[in-house]
């Protein structure tokens, strides 16, 4: 599967944002899928996940409640919705695809800028 972020952008504090994730490939379904971040000069951190079905979902701390994922099968899309940003939520954001039985992502978005101004 490929995957493609879209729809970054420069936002202010406490603002929204909704990043999508094109997949390519008729087996998306099949993929569990998980958003990572990478702030300037950080390592990539994970932001959120999940199941093929989308029936099951888990965040980091930092961002439980202010961020929701969500994926449309029937789309081959995966988004992740951000709400009250903060400023250490500026980062390049990266969508990535694991398939059932793996124990890595192995397929990954190419990220997409977010900017949060204070």
């Known amino acids: 599967v490929q995957l493609q972020a879209l729809e970054g952008g420069l936002v202010q504090a406490g603002g929204s944002l909704r990043l999508s994730c094109a997949a390519s490939g008729r087996t998306f379904r099949s993929y569990s899928m998980a958003w990572f971040r990478q702030a300037p000069g950080k390592e990539r951190e994970f932001v959120a996940t999940?199941?093929?079905?989308?029936?099951?979902?888990y965040y980091a701390d930092s961002v439980k409640g202010r961020f929701t994922i969500s994926r449309d099968n029937s789309k081959n899309t995966g988004y992740l919705q951000m709400s009250s940003l903060k400023p250490e939520d500026t980062a390049v954001y990266y969508c990535a695809a694991r398939r059932i039985g793996s124990s890595s992502y192995g397929y990954w978005g190419q990220g997409t800028l977010v900017t949060v101004s204070s």
């Open positions: 999940i199941t093929p079905s989308g029936g099951s979902t």
